[in-house]
């Protein structure tokens, strides 16, 4: 039986990721106790498809959990049916855990948000090699990323889209919905040569036939600029000095070309949303690409470097209904800066979310959780905060979140 579209809920203001696994362990009603009550947020943001990961789950009665590709619901035939690209079911999907949540959060007032992502799943593209984003030098050497031109893909995102958002999710919460970079294409991964920015950018970029041929339709030699990526990237591998050379000007035109392909697949994505009942929230991730590992992201500010990844915010904002970058910095003026680019750089009326890490590695105490809340979504910020992720950090940890939305609300 099919869940009817989500009800109109309260603006969500404040969220906290989390994983249905956490859900299982610790028992639903434990969970939403905590994060709807004892943090004071009004909406559980969960995972409905996820990736490969092994994670350290401090309070989880695995102390160490390997994750896999798949969805926590079983694809919908009707939906798959004839598409070459099916995820795969996380275990116990066939018990419908996205419905069940949707049904507890309803009866609390609290709004759902399914996170999804969406291009970077390593079974599939292991499995279709086609799909993937190919280099330079003609190497499909990135499983986990799937490529955003490929037809196949872009048909695949869209059902997926329509899955989650038909499980009655007041929001879709899209990530990976764009290019994927070189550092992060596998789950484990070598180089003992010194690429640089410059080389390790371009060595992640995609040249498949696909991508060339929107980028040809759009007037840009794809073929020069992939002779000079490799060019490039070949005299790094030579030895030669990798801050030494200058970015290729028919490479940035064929760079240019990526962020037409995005935006029109969220488009599509977003309009696959709408139509099931629910809303499509884009996640911008240039802010974890800057500051994953230590929280301290130097040089121009994300919205200034999301083309990396083939996204323009200002383009996407049109396409979409809502916006979340990650704002992984030590220092709330730096939050601040980059969460206010964004905000200006957005549409009006596309919402804006920005999600904290309260722990490790950049927030040491709730009063820095505190001060860096209050920069994310001050004067020009964003309309809402999210915290990442619950199963992920220990309690104390996680009792940062009322501190610091409660200093929030005194400021408002």
């Not at 809303?279 to 990396?308: I, N, S």
């Not at 979340?324 to 549409?347: F, G, K, M, N």
């Not at 009006?348 to 809340?373: H, I, N, Q, Y």
Request: net charge negative; proline share 7%; with cysteine.
């Amino acid at each position: 039986m099919e869940t009817p579209p989500a009800s109109p809920s309260p603006a969500s203001t404040a969220s906290t990721y989390t994983f249905v696994e956490d859900l299982r362990a610790e028992g639903t009603d434990a969970v939403l106790d905590r994060v709807l009550g004892a943090y004071g947020c009004d909406t559980l943001t969960v995972a409905a498809a996820y990736h490969r990961a092994r994670d350290v789950t401090p309070h989880g009665p695995a102390r160490v959990t390997l994750r896999r590709d798949g969805t926590h619901f079983v694809p919908p035939a009707d939906l798959f049916d004839g598409l070459r690209l099916v995820p795969p079911a996380q275990v116990g999907a066939e018990e419908e855990p996205l419905r069940e949540l949707r049904r507890r959060t309803a009866e609390r007032g609290a709004a759902l948000h399914g996170w999804t992502v969406f291009l970077h799943n390593t079974t599939l593209g292991l499995a279709h090699p086609d799909v993937t984003q190919r280099n330079c030098f003609g190497d499909r050497a990135a499983p986990a990323d799937l490529c955003p031109a490929h037809p196949d893909v872009r048909a695949y995102a869209v059902a997926l889209a329509r899955s989650v958002a038909r499980a009655g999710v007041d929001a879709v919460v899209a990530e990976s919905l764009h290019y994927g970079t070189f550092g992060h294409g596998y789950h484990h991964e070598r180089s003992f040569v010194p690429l640089g920015p410059l080389a390790e950018f371009l060595l992640g970029l995609c040249f498949c036939p696909y991508c060339a041929e929107r980028a040809e339709a759009a007037g840009v030699d794809a073929g020069a600029a992939r002779a000079e990526a490799a060019r490039v990237v070949s005299r790094v591998l030579d030895g030669a000095d990798p801050q030494s050379t200058d970015f290729p000007e028919a490479v940035a035109a064929y760079v240019r070309t990526r962020t037409d392909t995005v935006t029109s697949l969220a488009a599509a994505v977003a309009d696959a949303v709408a139509d099931e009942g629910s809303r499509l929230v884009f996640l911008d991730l240039t802010g974890a690409v800057k500051g994953y590992a230590d929280g301290r992201p130097t040089g121009a500010l994300a919205v200034d470097e999301a083309w990396r990844i083939g996204v323009d915010a200002a383009a996407v904002s049109a396409v979409v209904p809502g916006y979340t970058v990650l704002a992984y910095a030590r220092d709330p003026e730096r939050i601040a800066a980059d969460v206010s680019a964004y905000r200006a750089a957005l549409r009006d009326g596309c919402s804006l979310r920005a999600v904290l890490r309260p722990g490790v590695p950049d927030t040491e105490s709730a009063e820095r959780l505190a001060a860096k809340t209050a920069a994310a979504t001050g004067p020009g910020g964003a309309d809402a905060v999210d915290f990442y992720h619950y199963g992920l950090v220990p309690f104390p940890v996680l009792d940062r979140i009322p501190v610091a939305l409660k200093g929030r609300q005194g400021r408002h």
